[in-house]
């Protein structure tokens, strides 16, 4: 079994930082690219950032400037680091992943159970 766990929402004030994390566990062969999407209430789900194994990142155009991505392969983690915050960033996280597991050595999408951020006036 593979599992994504995001951790470090909250609230926090406009113009505030925050740092969001998730640890991917199980029985994991390899992982490819990490990346966060969000959710606003009553909206669709967002691509927000993305690491390839090797470190190249993507951004989108909304949180660039004030969103870093980053991972530690040796761990199994990727990070999103939080600056400027703004009351549209209120959203709830979701940590996604491309994995191999040693089951199956099949390439699979995994998402994590999301985690709450609220930005406040």
């Known amino acids: 079994q593979v599992q994504l766990v995001e951790s470090g929402g909250g609230l926090v004030q406009a113009g505030g930082s925050l740092t969001l994390s998730c640890a991917a566990s199980?029985?994991?062969?390899?992982?490819?690219?990490m990346g966060w999407y969000r959710q606003a209430p009553g909206k669709l789900r967002e691509f927000v950032a993305g690491?390839?194994?090797?470190?190249?990142?993507n951004y989108a155009g909304s949180v660039k400037g004030r969103f870093t991505i980053s991972r530690d392969n040796a761990k199994n983690m990727v990070y999103l680091q939080m600056t400027s915050l703004k009351l549209e960033d209120t959203a709830v996280y979701y940590c996604?992943?491309?994995?191999?597991?040693?089951?199956?050595?099949?390439?699979?999408?995994?998402w994590g159970q999301g985690t709450q951020v609220t930005v406040s006036s």
């Open positions: 996604n992943a491309e994995i191999q597991s040693t089951a199956t050595f099949v390439l699979r999408n995994y």
């Open positions: 199980g029985s994991i062969a390899s992982i490819n690219t």
């Open positions: 690491i390839t194994r090797s470190g190249t990142t």
